[in-house]
């Protein structure tokens, strides 16, 4: 007796439609993964810049800032958008808004964000020595998605980030 080994043709079409059908419901669902992946870093980068600027303030005894910046050395003109990078620094002078002097310490430089934005209502962030921001501000993430996978960085009077999915009053978040 000879028996042929092999899929007839029914078998490998069925065989290809799961197939497809996995895949097609697998590949959004990693491209989402990967795109949250990227944001909560960004998210994450930001936080850590803010900690950072609240814990050596306090160390230092003075003022740290925050602000945009596109070339990891000095702030960007007012309105720069922050997702084209920013830069934490000791802000000897004070200055308000903060703009890093030659010789201020650089202590953090933080590049572009290439595949989202952030929006904020600051310009610039500046944590003194006795632990607060002086004023609440706001960052929403935003990629491609748009607002229903935004984050934002809401960061309270006393200098402490908390992220959330929507904004200070609890309403939704924009992508603006």
């Known amino acids: 007796m000879d028996r042929h080994r092999g899929f007839t043709l029914a ?3 069925f065989t290809l439609a799961i197939a497809t059908g996995l895949l097609g419901w697998g590949v959004p669902t990693f491209l989402d993964v990967s795109r949250d992946a990227e944001r909560t870093r960004e998210v ?3 936080v850590q810049s803010v900690h950072l600027a609240r814990n050596e303030a306090i160390k230092r ?3 740290v800032s925050l602000c945009p910046s596109t070339d990891g050395e000095g702030c960007a003109p007012a309105g720069t958008p922050w997702h084209l990078g920013w830069i934490v620094f000791v802000n000897d002078d004070r200055d308000s808004p903060a ?4 010789g201020e310490e650089l202590l953090q430089v ?3 964000w290439a595949s989202g934005s952030v929006h904020a209502n600051r310009g610039t962030l ?3 020595a006795y632990g607060q921001m002086g004023v609440t501000a706001s960052f929403t993430f935003c990629d491609e998605r748009g607002p229903r996978a935004a984050r934002a960085v809401i ?3 006393t200098g402490r980030p908390r992220v959330s999915a929507s904004d200070a009053s609890g309403a939704a978040l924009t992508c603006a």
């Open 11 to 13: 078998e490998l079409v």
């Open 44 to 46: 994450n980068q930001l």
């Open 110 to 112: 933080h590049a572009q």
């Open 61 to 63: 005894n003075g003022v």
């Open 126 to 128: 500046s944590s003194r």
């Open 155 to 157: 960061i309270s009077q």
């Open 99 to 102: 703009v890093r002097d030659p």
